[in-house]
């Protein structure tokens, strides 16, 4: 869908996106593993990730 003059940065930017994420998500594990006591963190985690791919889901609907 990109444009073809773009479509070369577009592509390199992915990874970086993919790697932010991920950092992003371990930090957030990190945070609710030690500030959450009592079993609560993976639900505050999970939580959040699905927020996370309501929003992705959400945002393919009006890419078609």
């Known amino acids: 869908m990109a444009p073809c003059k773009y479509r070369g940065a577009i ?3 992915f990874q970086p996106s993919i790697t ?3 950092l992003f998500a371990n930090g957030l ?10 079993g609560w ?8 990730a699905m927020f996370s791919a ?3 889901t959400i945002g393919s609907i009006f890419l078609s």
């Open 54 to 56: 309501l929003v992705v």
């Open 41 to 48: 963190g993976w639900r505050f985690n999970l939580s959040c």
């Open 11 to 13: 592509n390199i930017g």
């Open 20 to 22: 932010i994420g991920v």
């Open 29 to 38: 594990n990190y945070i609710f593993s030690k500030f959450i006591k009592g």
